[in-house]
């Protein structure tokens, strides 16, 4: 048993279970504190305070000092209402695919971490546990150390759209199958741009593996400086396929109640809100991992030493836990620059969100790849020459946007007799009544 046992355990496999266990839990845990970051955030931008009332003292005597606590009970509390709800089916409904899509959007999500490199790499020497030999072995600190990481991560998070699209279309609600039809149309359409930027990480740094596009940033620098453009595009398709806002049009209340989740109520629209979320983080440790040098800080580009502990080639276990929480860090400052952008900017009208990926976004991509592909040919590939032809092509692409996007602003209707077009002889007045004006209360007899 002890031979068997040696045969198939090995350090990767037990570090990516703990991976794979650990990220799992955080991720739930992060799910819902953004929640309450989103509520804080939104609050500070509306001058408003936001939720300030529901501590962690469960009603508790005992516990009397964690009353209030700045409302960081509020997402325990959410969650208790999902579980507590009536879970309402819809009559008409078809009950089987209306439930299993709730649990299909929240696998996709909850997968596409795996190839995230959490910690580096991790150096464990031999040990003998009751006779079962694990052999001395330099680990992966993710939960799939696969060669084709940036691909399986696309795979993975474009099913979810089957989910969506099974929500709204087994709701029996006309509102419900418009979102899902709304979020398909979008997902697809800017899945092509996001691809094309994985293709522009694979194109200068010459692997698809996370591990090694870490290493390419930490010798040559963060590929957000070799390529802003592609790094705001590939950030402008993973809002657009996490249907955040400005691209929330499958979820947009005044057309369509709530979208493709208008039907769900109680833990099924719990685990459609934490799929959101989910994907939300993953989304930005994975734009953390292409662009911003995942667990790297910068501290040898400016006379640093080379072995320091965030460094790929650190492989201690302190280096392991300094990387976790720097790439936790910027994963979390990416998530907030996404939550400031949902109540900054205001919701684009669905016209507008298609036509700026098929007028805008996509052409801007191909060229590029087209670009880049010359360029790297050519072996101009230093940091100065790739940042200057993408600050040329963002330029042009500007110039050229008015012609190629064009204009979709509402223009007003000319209604005869209204205050702006009144009739030939007529004269609009308008204005409340003098009751009104009048700052003193009136009885009426």
């Known amino acids: 048993m002890a031979e068997f046992l040696s045969s198939i355990l090995s350090w990767q496999l037990i570090v990516s279970v703990v991976v794979i266990l650990v990220v799992i839990h955080l991720l739930l845990v992060l799910a819902g504190g953004g929640t309450y970051l989103e509520r804080k955030i939104s609050a500070y931008i509306q001058d408003r305070i936001g939720p300030n009332r529901v ?161 390419f940033q930490a010798d040559h620098g963060w590929l957000i400086l070799y390529m802003p453009i592609v790094a705001v595009i590939f950030y402008i398709c993973a809002l657009a396929e996490g249907n955040r806002a400005p691209f929330d049009n499958a979820e947009c209340e005044q057309e369509l109640v709530a979208g493709w989740h208008t039907e769900y109520s109680a833990m099924r629209l719990g685990l459609l809100l934490l799929s959101e979320y989910v994907h939300l983080f993953t989304g930005a440790a994975f734009f953390a991992v292409r662009f911003l040098g995942a667990y790297h800080l910068p501290l040898s580009w400016v006379g640093g030493p080379v072995d320091h502990l965030l460094h790929p080639d650190n492989t201690s276990i302190l280096g392991v836990l300094a990387k976790f929480h720097v790439i936790l860090g910027k994963t979390v400052l990416v998530v907030f620059v996404a939550m400031r952008v949902r109540w900054t900017i205001p919701r684009l009208k669905f016209n507008q969100v298609m036509g700026m990926a098929w007028n805008g976004v996509i052409p801007l991509s191909i060229a590029l790849v087209v670009l880049a592909s010359i360029m790297i040919a050519m072996g101009w590939t230093q940091l100065w020459q790739m940042l200057a032809m993408n600050l040329v092509v963002g330029a042009v692409f500007l110039a050229l946007a008015p012609a190629s996007i064009g204009t979709t602003e509402n223009k007003k209707l000319r209604m005869a007799g209204s205050r702006f077009h009144p009739l030939a002889g007529e004269r609009v007045v308008t204005g409340a009544a003098a009751a009104a004006r009048a700052d003193h209360p009136h009885t009426t007899i």
Do not use: C
């Open 55 to 215: 501590g962690l003292d469960l009603g508790l005597p005992a516990l009397k000092f964690l009353k209030g606590l700045f409302g960081l009970g509020q997402p325990l509390a959410d969650g208790l209402k999902f579980i507590l709800k009536e879970d309402y089916t819809p009559r008409g409904a078809d009950k089987t695919l209306f439930t299993l899509a709730a649990v299909i959007v929240v696998v996709p999500v909850m997968i596409a971490f795996a190839i995230i490199p959490w910690g580096g790499k991790l150096a464990l020497p031999e040990v003998n546990i009751f006779g079962v030999i694990i052999k001395e072995q330099v680990v992966h600190v993710t939960a799939a150390n696969i060669n084709v990481g940036l691909i399986y991560l696309l795979a993975v998070a474009s099913l979810g759209i089957y989910a969506i699209t099974l929500a709204g279309w087994s709701s029996n609600n006309k509102y419900s199958f418009l979102g899902g039809m709304r979020s398909s149309a979008q997902m697809l359409s800017y899945e092509i741009p996001m691809g094309l930027a994985v293709l522009m990480v694979l194109l200068v740094t010459g692997s698809l593996m996370p591990d090694a596009i870490v290493a």
